[in-house]
């Protein structure tokens, strides 16, 4: 051990105070670059399974229905008619899907048959983050 100035040092090896705060201010530094860009990502990826949802998943149950039964749901039967089999429902070869279609906020998707954006087949469409009808809302029309 080596004394300085009449005091002994012990080899002591750590971190300073100084040099704690300098990687505390890269990292927040860091964080404060990289967050803005995480933010809002979460509701992208709501909407785009919301998306998925309508324009395949459950379009598909429901083109299946209606190849086999000759017309989609009624708007009464909803997408019931895709887990269990309507009284209706001629030739039912379900479930079409294998739970409840809930959208990414947890409600229920909105279906009407005939629609009254496509009158040939159905509306199906989710009240988005608000479960409000408005600009938000995920749908199978455009």
């Known amino acids: ?23 505390v201010i890269i990292i927040g530094a860091l964080v404060a670059m990289v967050m803005p860009r995480l933010a809002g990502r979460g509701e992208q990826a709501r909407v785009a399974a919301a998306k998925a949802d309508i324009q395949t998943n459950i379009a598909t149950a429901l083109k299946l229905y209606e190849l086999d039964n000759g017309g989609f749901p009624s708007t009464e039967e909803g997408l019931n008619a895709l887990l269990s089999k309507p009284s209706s429902a001629a030739s039912w070869n379900g479930p079409y899907l294998e739970r409840r279609p809930l959208d990414p906020w947890g409600r229920e998707y909105n279906y009407k048959s005939p629609g009254e954006h496509r009158p040939a087949d159905y509306d199906l469409y989710s009240l988005g983050k608000d479960g409000v009808e408005n600009d938000d809302d995920v749908h199978n029309w455009e």
Do not use: C, P, Y
Request: glycine share 8%.
């Open 1 to 23: 051990m080596r004394e300085h100035a009449g005091l002994q040092k012990d080899n002591i090896h750590g971190f300073t105070l100084i040099e704690l705060m300098l990687v």
